[in-house]
């Protein structure tokens, strides 16, 4: 069943609004975000003083719009996407800390592949993954990256390509990202790789390629404490909100190379060594 979402609209969001009005607001205010990235309306930034700033309330949003996903369009959630986990993208985007959002079978592809461009999409991002191998129960918080690679099943190459209506989107605010699913625009995973001991996930050399002109360089430990860090931050986030990770659940940790902007008609490779390599086309519009 499709979901039925109205023209989007511009609204400004208020912080003070009474708790008797959230769920009415909550779901209201994620249609509106889900409405500009079905009709592929930007999402125009709004001044400061109008925009959502309040994280706790961002995320409400996003698990408003979570329910929608999964009751009108029967989208399942796999896993999460970690944003800002490194000090060039928390600058980019003029934020303190990272923040999480929501990976979706519908959203996901498997390398190659090829992505339509939907007008929303914004950078590549080539990002070391996990597959979680056990249930993390948050009461055994707080987590580090060594019992993370402890739960870990396997570990691959991955691309997420950032889409977001809002528009500048590097401007938008964590709090305003964290509402639209974290800015999460798609995900493309390589294959698995079960026995990771004999790669060296912090320091291997990962390059993204354009039209077969590499363009971007990095390594694993630019993102905070490597891949199994950031997961580690996940797992505390999430276990705040009293929730844990759940064995198969993916986790991409953020991007290791600068980030290179979306186009119609690119051929896009990241290599990642002895991890493997993500193939991917960019369709038109």
């Known amino acids: 069943m499709r979901a039925r979402f109205s023209k989007p609209r511009r609204v400004a969001?208020?912080?003070?609004?009474?708790?008797?009005d959230l769920p009415r607001d909550l779901d209201g205010h994620a249609r509106q975000l889900l409405d500009h990235r079905r009709?592929?309306?930007?999402?125009?930034?709004l001044p400061e003083g109008e925009r959502l700033s309040d994280l706790a309330l961002a995320y409400a949003i996003q698990d408003a719009g979570d329910a929608i996903l999964r009751a009108s369009m029967g989208w399942k959630v796999i896993g999460y996407k970690i944003a800002g986990t490194n000090p060039a993208a928390r600058a980019h985007l003029r934020i303190e800390a990272p923040f999480f959002g929501r990976l979706y079978d519908a959203m996901t592809s498997l390398s190659p592949a090829t992505v339509a461009h939907s007008g929303w999409l914004r950078v590549h991002e080539p990002e070391i993954a996990l597959e979680i191998g056990r249930d993390l129960d948050p009461a055994e918080a707080p987590f580090d990256?060594?019992?993370i690679e402890a739960a870990t099943y396997a570990v691959m190459p991955a691309i997420e390509i950032i889409g977001t209506p809002f528009t500048p989107w590097a401007q938008a605010g964590a709090a305003n990202l964290v509402a639209d699913n974290a800015a999460?625009?798609?995900?493309?995973?390589?294959a698995p790789l079960r026995d990771w001991s004999g790669l060296d996930l912090m320091d291997s050399a990962v390059s993204l390629s354009i039209n077969g002109e590499v363009r971007a360089t990095g390594k694993g430990r630019n993102v905070d404490g490597g891949a199994f860090g950031a997961a580690a931050w996940l797992a505390n986030a999430l276990a705040e909100r009293g929730r844990g990770l759940k064995r198969g659940d993916y986790i991409t940790t953020g991007s290791v190379t600068p980030t290179i902007p979306v186009e119609p008609g690119q051929r896009v490779l990241a290599d990642f060594g002895p991890l493997g390599a993500i193939d991917l086309r960019v369709g038109a519009r």
């Open 13 to 20: 969001w208020r912080n003070d609004h009474p708790m008797t």
């Open 145 to 147: 990256a060594a019992r």
């Open 184 to 190: 999460h625009g798609h995900w493309i995973r390589g």
């Open 39 to 45: 009709h592929g309306t930007p999402n125009p930034v």
